[in-house]
Every structure is written in structure tokens, then in C-alpha cells.
């Protein structure tokens, strides 16, 4: 008797419906980011204890639990856009920052999941140092405060368009897409990003992608320059603005390589893995002051 076993992903993904890629539906995108973004100025006039390195703080442990929860791609920067906006109307305690940065994964993953984050679950990632009850109140707080406006645009829904648009290979386009996610969520985790609106942020993600993958091609739509023209095009921005977000973009991602590669400090091999874990270590983003 022979015995098979079809392991199969328990969690069901939605195709991409194709209809979804006209000019229309990218036109009333490009309009409704305009209500989606968060005022890029809040640190200096509505947040009192916040500060930007505490946002990168919780923006890199956020990432970590939607990386480690496989989350969909959109999950996190949906997140960061739910953080921002809450901390544009209202000034926020600094030991309260992690539970409104667990609640913003809680709401997005409800937005994007099918099968979403559980409270009890994101409290773990806490460390166990908010309560189920406390996230599930703060929920209903972000939604007061965001006036229960949830659906925002974010710059990963723009990629596909873009890349709908660039006549290349579709295997091509899917090493393209990695890159250009990776960069998105990057760039949310970056306080530099926050006055730059959704469609740039995608237009330069998937620009620098092609850039760094080498695919650029003189004669083509996707040589460097010419990209950069067309994509500021669909868009409607600046050419040059559009090229300094690209050149931003890259410089933030050589910052990152530059500061993952380097050695942990540390006298031996314990104090280096001590040294690797804080990074993940939630108690430390909840009164932010490493």
C-alpha cells in the first residue's frame, strides 16, 4: 500500500484578478492617496513623547512579527499607514507605543488576511506586556480616531500597475515584484518616506528594483532614464522629484546592508547572540528608551 502525503498551504490566497489593471482603477487610486496620508509633520505638532527613532523602533519589530507570521505582503505598510495617521491626531504616551503598533498589525491583517492576526497572539510578541483587553480597546480608539477609514492606498498596490505597464517577462516581472516589496516595506520603516504619497514611493521602488537588478536597457522603456520619465508620467509628479525619492530609496537600502552586515558587539559568542536578540526582544520597543 503505498501512503502519500499532500502537504498543501493551509492558508488560501487570492489570485490576482487582471480587470483590476485598468487606467481607471489606477486613476482613482492616484486620487484617493490624497486622503490617505499621514501629516508628515506630527512629530513636531501633535506627538510630545514620541519621537522618529522610537517610530523606527516599532516599525522594525512590526516587520519582524509580519515577516515571521508570513503575513501578505500589503499587511505591513498598511500597518505603518494606520501608525501614522493615529499619531497625526493624537498624542500618543511613549510606553504606549508598542500596543498601538501591535493594534495597527491587528486592523491591517483584518484589512489583507484571510486568516487574520489574533489578539492573544500579538500579545505574546509583547512579551505578554499588554492584555488582550488593552489591544482590543485601543482598537476601537484607532478606528474612532481614523473615523473607521481603513481601506487605504498604500504603494504595494501600486506595483502591479506599474509593472502591468513595463514590457517584460513575467518571471522577470516576479524577481522585479520581490524587490520592489522589499523596498516598500523598507521605506516604511523610514520616517523620510512619510510626506512622500503611495504611487511615488511604488514608482521609485520598482525603478530602483530594475536599476539594481541590472535590467536596464538603452534602447527600451526601462532604461534609468527613460523609466524614470514614463513612471513620472502614470504618476503625474516631477521626473526629478520622482528620480531623488529613487535615489533616496537606494541610498536607505545600502544604509541597511551596511548595518546588517556589520559584527555584533560583544567579548564572545554569548554576547553576540544576546546582542542579535534585542532586536526581537518586544519589551524593548514598549518604553523605547535602549
Not at 487582471?18 to 487610486?29: D, K, P, S, Y
Not at 519621537?51 to 512579527?65: D, G, N, Y
Not at 505578554?128 to 489591544?135: A, D, M, Q, R
Not at 520603516?189 to 537588478?213: C, E, K, R, W, Y
Request: aromatic share 6%; glycine share 2%; hydrophobic share 40%.
Amino acid at each position: 500500500m503505498n501512503l502519500m502525503c499532500c502537504e498543501v498551504d493551509a492558508i488560501r490566497r487570492a489570485h490576482l484578478d487582471r480587470n483590476l489593471l485598468t487606467e481607471r482603477v489606477l486613476q482613482t487610486m492616484l486620487k484617493a492617496e490624497e486622503n490617505c496620508c499621514p501629516a508628515a509633520n506630527y512629530f513636531k505638532c501633535v506627538q510630545r513623547e514620541i519621537l522618529p527613532h522610537m517610530r523606527k523602533i516599532v516599525a522594525t519589530w512590526m516587520l519582524e512579527v509580519c515577516e515571521e507570521q508570513k503575513c501578505e505582503e500589503e499587511v505591513f505598510p498598511l500597518a505603518m499607514n494606520y501608525l501614522d495617521r493615529f499619531l497625526s491626531v493624537e498624542p500618543l504616551k511613549k510606553n504606549r507605543l508598542q500596543l498601538l503598533g501591535a493594534t495597527c498589525m491587528f486592523l491591517a491583517s483584518k484589512m489583507k488576511e484571510t486568516i487574520p492576526l489574533t489578539a492573544e497572539k500579538l500579545c505574546i510578541y509583547t512579551d505578554n506586556s499588554i492584555k488582550p483587553e488593552e489591544l482590543l480597546f485601543m482598537e476601537l480608539v484607532i478606528l474612532n480616531k481614523l473615523k473607521w477609514d481603513l481601506a487605504s492606498v498604500t504603494p504595494h498596490d501600486f506595483i502591479e500597475h506599474f509593472l502591468n505597464k513595463i514590457e517584460l517577462t513575467e518571471d522577470t516581472k516576479q524577481i522585479i515584484r520581490k524587490h520592489a516589496q522589499t523596498f516598500v516595506a523598507l521605506c516604511a520603516t523610514d520616517v523620510n518616506f512619510i510626506s512622500n504619497p503611495p504611487s511615488m514611493v511604488a514608482a521609485g521602488s520598482v525603478a530602483a528594483a530594475i536599476q539594481g537588478l541590472h535590467l536596464v536597457n538603452k534602447d527600451s522603456i526601462s532604461s534609468s532614464q527613460n523609466l524614470t520619465k514614463f513612471l513620472s508620467q502614470v504618476i503625474k509628479c516631477d521626473s526629478d522629484c520622482l528620480r531623488a525619492c529613487q535615489e533616496q530609496i537606494e541610498l536607505l537600502l545600502e544604509f541597511s546592508l551596511r548595518h546588517s552586515s556589520q559584527p555584533h558587539k560583544g567579548s564572545d559568542a554569548k554576547s553576540t547572540a544576546d546582542d542579535s536578540d534585542l532586536s526581537s526582544t518586544p519589551t524593548d520597543v514598549r518604553d523605547v528608551n535602549i
